[in-house]
């Protein structure tokens, strides 16, 4: 029998642990390389959500009005540092490019397609690893305090029903018989019944990584410099040799892209959250989405997180808890049975390209080079559909969809 592929993943986030899985499936040799710990990014601290139903881009014709008004809050759901604007200007002026309407159109659609795939590829990831257990089907609620915000969002989910997502509308008296505990100013919600949430991302990261390592993959720690066709180069000095390599190394990821001639507008766009325990409000069963405040509520296994927000800053600026803060504070005054104390403050950086689709395709330098990063809000949701479309591509495959919306030279 003859030695299997040798494939370096970069990146032991929860794209880079999915798409190493997928790859040890197929009885390819992985080995894995992360600069600092399994999940220390954004796959640590996330909302827990598989949101297969959330096809609409961050970059949206609606979001452009609201964000001029967040954007003069520093605390609000969508901020800028303003210091930072050197850094991230080009990036802002693409995203309102993105938010144009035929691009709009455009990214639901790639993004529809990316979802049907990742619901269709994450299930069977569950049952090869045995993680069943810890995913469940508990349905996100999305709730509004005035009708006019209600409208305007139901539009956008009249485009979920043109890709045959669900959902169900409850209004008055109806919401709160369906939520108990909301405040009495919310007028009306939306249900998507088909939203999964996992028990605690970062455990879930463990558990896919433990799985791993009973499978015989080896775990690099390491920061990797630089890379070429067939090998890695770390910091230290070491040199890893693969005959295909994977680049997934979140918001990391465009510095070592930009090296291949892939110079991709990519930024850690930042969220916060606070983290209370299962004590703050053990009867929430759904995840509450905000849409209007820019956060969310999530039950975890181990307690409740309430985050969100973006905050457009340099990867290395200091984190500014106020506004994980500022959505506690928030929480409060909307969710008045919550209880508040003995919370723990986090903030991570998500993988955010302009126009809300990831990065999966080969690099400029060579079809052996493969970029799989830049998913922003979704890397849970897609990472079974981004594992599922890197397997392909190092074959040379069809892909199970088309991947010219996602290449890494259309900016």
Known sequence: MGKSE?????????????????????????????????????????????AFSDIMPLASPGIVKKAIKWFLDPVGPFAVVPQDLPHTLGWLLRFLKAARPAQFKRSIDVQAALMHLGRNT??????????????????????????????????NWHFRKEHNIDFEVYEGQALHDFQPGLA??????????????????????????????????????????????????????????????VLAAGPWSSQLSKQLGDPVP??????????????????????LVFSEHGFVAVPL????????????????????????????????????DLKDQDGVEWMGARPAIPDTLPVIGYSSKS?????????????????????QLVSELIEGQDTSIDVQALRPNRF
């Open 184 to 245: 009495k100013s919310f007028v009306a919600g939306i249900f998507a019944s088909t939203w999964q949430s996992v028990s605690n991302p970062h455990d879930f990261c463990r558990a896919i990584h433990d799985y791993l390592q009973g499978q015989g993959m080896q775990t690099v720690y390491g920061e990797v410099t630089s890379l070429s066709d067939g090998q890695v180069s770390l910091a230290n000095g070491d040199k890893i040799a693969g005959d295909k390599i």
């Open 301 to 336: 296994s181990d307690g409740v997180r309430i985050g969100g927000a973006s905050e457009i800053a340099k990867l290395d600026r200091p984190a500014n808890y106020k506004r994980s803060k500022t959505m506690l504070a928030k929480a409060r005054k909307l969710l008045p």
């Open 6 to 50: 040798h494939i370096v993943v970069i990146g032991a986030g929860i794209v880079g642990l999915v798409v190493a899985e997928k790859l040890i499936s197929q009885g390819k040799q992985v080995t894995l390389v992360e600069k600092e710990k399994v999940a220390a990014g954004a796959s640590q601290g996330n909302a827990a959500g598989l």
């Open 367 to 387: 079809n052996n080079i493969i970029y799989a990063f830049g998913h922003g809000h979704l890397g849970l949701t897609q990472s079974s559909a981004t594992a």
């Open 266 to 287: 990519l930024i850690g766009e930042r969220g916060y959250n606070t983290t209370l325990p299962k004590s703050a409000w053990p009867e929430l069963d759904h995840t």
């Open 122 to 155: 994450f299930a069977p990831m569950l049952k090869r690893t045995n993680l069943d257990h810890m995913v469940r089907t508990n349905g996100a609620l999305h709730v509004y305090e005035s009708q006019a915000a209600f409208q305007a969002d139901l539009k």
